[in-house]
Each structure stands twice: as structure tokens, then as C-alpha cells.
């Protein structure tokens, strides 16, 4: 007589979750709780509302058609649904669920953090970004000659607090999900170990991911400091001289820089110098380079990005672009490609260093 073995999942009891899991799972609930609150004030009082036709540098987002009226009961009920289901996720005495149920709330919290984190952010975000050395740097001098109570707008800091709490809410959702699926919180390892993360394995598809995320804003950094150059690389004389004259030509140089600083990051997820400091970096050199210092940027990048992208996608403008054979619009195109693509790198980087787990003394 056959038996059938039940899947770990089915036989495994929930691991105890770290002493950090409970914190981060109550300040997911009560972040989003309170800002679900706001958004039932914008619902109720018709004001307040940022996105969308309330903001002025929105224009590139997937919310800019959406209308307040709509938008701001849908956050109210996503965001304080969310409260409840990380409060329902977080801490030692967090619920235990199995198959659809468990599957259905697991679902519920991805969604909304995937909302916060790649549709309310917009290119708006990522531009800043590129922006914030340059304009940090240049603010004592009074270059470049901006007004910072222009920038730093009420629906900026919306987008970037939108953006902190969807990274809360997966935090809370993933080390819950594989509490309740018998791996280990903290590094998702269980008893029966998937080749896929291996350190070997992730060797491999990392270094694939890590040259497709460095060639693509390379891409873009070529054209961007070609116009800075005075060559109209893909575009008209005319449309050239037009950015000249206002001077958007250079602000396309300093994005196209930043771009190519970050393509050669990019590549130190799978170079030696990646792992231990060169050697002409006096005072660090041949020291270990931390894990969470290539880690954190790299993963806020290829949000920022591909949220940026995936705003592009709703624009009209874009396929017009694309479909006039410009070399414009192609590099931004591309940029959802760019962000998975550094994402995946970071998570090979991430999983080919992290050795043996603290919590769990699983190396493997």
C-alpha cells in the first residue's frame, strides 16, 4: 500500500519568530493604520488628496488618471486592512493558519505592499534620488539655483512614506510566511535545503542578472551625456538645442552619471572588490565588506526603478515615443527590466555571502 508524504508545510510547526519580527510587525500595523486614518480624511473631507492631478510632478504615474474620489476610499480600506493583517502577523502570538486562509492574508498583505512600493512611487522619486548628491552638495554654494521648498513637496514625502511602510508590511508578511511554512524567520532556510539558493547556484544566475543590470543604465547614461556633449543621439538638432536652452540638457548629464556610478556598483555584487574593500582605500582595504552596505541601496535602486518604470507604462507619451523610433524613450523603457534585474542580483549577492544563520545555525 502506498503512503503519501505530507509537504513540510503541512507537518511543520511554527518556528518561534526573532525578538525583532515583533516590533517590526506592531510598527507595520500602526504605520499603516495611521495612514490609512489620513487617507479616510481625504475620503471624507474631499481635501488632501497628493496624488494624482494634486500633484504638479505627477504627471509620470500610474495614479495621475486615477481620481481622488476613487483613489483615496481604495487606500483607506487597503491600508487599514493592512493594519490589521500585519497586527494579525506580528509578534509570538501571531495567528496560525493553513492553505487558503493562510494563503488568502499572505496575498492581502503582498498586494498592498506591492502598491506602496512600485505604484505610488513614481520617476519623481528616482530622479531626486540622482539628484540628491548633486543638489547636497551644490546647496552652500547656491547651485544648482533651485528652490528646495519647490522640491521637497508635500506628495514627495507622501511617496517616499508610502514606499517605508510597503517595506514594512513585506518585511512582516515574509518572515511570517515562512514561520508558518517551518523554514526559519530570519533566513527562510528549512529542513530540506532548495538548490536554487545555494551559494553556488546563486553564483550563477546572480552574475547573469548583475551584467543585464549594469548594461541597461548604461544604455541610458550613453545618450544622456551625448546631448550634454552637443550630440543629438537619437533626437532632432532641434529638440537638442530646446534643452540646451533651458538647461534640462545638464540635469540629463547628472542622471546619466549617477546612472553609470551605479552600473559599476552594480557590478561589485559579483567582483572580488564586492566582497572585500580594494586595496586603495586606505583604512578599509582588505576588509569585509558588509553584507547590508550593498544590500540596502541596491534593493531601495531597483524599487525606485522599477517603480519608475512600471509609471512610465501608463504614459501615452512613452509608446509615442517608441513608436516615432526615437532613441529617447528606449533606455527608460527598460527600466522595469533594470530594476528586477538589480533586485535579482542583490538577492544572489545577499544569499551567496550570509554564510550560517544566527537564529537557526543552518548554513545551507
Known amino acids: 500500500m502506498s503512503t503519501v508524504t505530507p509537504s513540510p508545510q503541512a507537518t511543520a510547526p511554527p518556528v518561534p519568530p526573532p525578538p525583532w519580527s515583533a516590533w517590526v510587525g506592531h510598527l507595520a500595523a500602526g504605520s499603516a493604520a495611521l495612514a490609512g486614518l489620513v487617507a479616510l480624511l481625504w ?21 495621475w488618471r486615477v481620481p481622488a474620489e476613487v483613489a483615496a476610499p481604495a487606500f483607506a480600506v487597503l491600508l487599514l486592512g493592512a493594519a490589521v493583517t500585519a497586527l494579525a502577523m506580528a509578534g509570538p502570538h501571531a495567528v496560525r493558519l493553513r492553505g487558503v486562509p493562510r494563503s488568502a492574508l499572505l496575498g492581502h498583505l503582498w498586494l498592498v505592499a506591492a502598491v506602496l512600493l512600485l505604484v505610488v512611487p513614481d520617476v519623481q522619486v528616482l530622479m ?25 513637496t508635500v506628495a514627495l514625502g507622501a511617496k517616499v512614506l508610502a514606499a517605508t511602510i510597503g517595506v514594512l508590511l513585506a ?6 510566511q515562512r514561520r508558518t511554512a517551518g523554514s526559519c524567520p530570519a533566513c527562510g532556510r528549512g529542513e530540506r535545503g532548495t538548490a536554487w539558493t545555494s551559494a553556488a547556484s546563486a553564483a550563477r544566475w546572480g552574475r547573469w542578472a548583475a551584467w543585464t543590470a549594469a548594461v541597461i543604465p548604461v544604455l541610458y547614461a550613453v545618450t544622456r551625456l551625448a546631448w550634454a556633449a552637443g550630440v543629438p543621439l537619437g533626437i532632432t538638432e532641434e529638440f537638442l538645442r530646446q534643452m540646451q536652452d533651458s538647461g534640462i540638457v545638464w540635469a540629463g548629464a547628472g542622471l546619466g552619471g549617477f546612472a553609470l556610478i551605479g552600473a559599476v556598483l552594480t557590478l561589485g555584487l559579483v567582483q572580488r572588490w564586492g566582497e572585500r574593500f580594494p586595496r586603495w582605500m586606505v583604512g578599509l582595504a582588505g576588509r569585509r565588506v ?22 512610465l507604462y501608463g504614459q501615452p507619451e512613452l509608446w509615442a515615443e517608441l513608436g516615432g523610433g526615437t532613441l529617447m524613450m528606449i533606455p527608460m523603457a527598460l527600466w522595469p527590466v533594470w530594476g528586477v534585474a538589480l533586485g535579482a542580483a542583490t538577492l544572489g549577492y545577499h544569499l551567496r555571502r550570509r554564510g550560517g544563520c544566527a537564529d537557526c545555525g543552518r548554513d545551507a
Open 128 to 152: 531626486y534620488a540622482g539628484y540628491a548628491p548633486m543638489l547636497i552638495l551644490g546647496a552652500p554654494f547656491g547651485w544648482p539655483p533651485v528652490d528646495y521648498s519647490e522640491l521637497l
Open 171 to 176: 518585511r512582516t508578511a515574509l518572515t511570517w
Open 43 to 63: 475620503t471624507v473631507t474631499g481635501r488632501g488628496y497628493p496624488f494624482g492631478v494634486a500633484d504638479p510632478d505627477g504627471s509620470a504615474s500610474l495614479l
Open 290 to 311: 558588509p553584507i547590508t552596505l550593498a544590500v540596502v541601496p541596491a534593493s531601495g535602486v531597483a524599487v525606485a526603478v522599477t517603480a519608475a518604470g512600471l509609471g
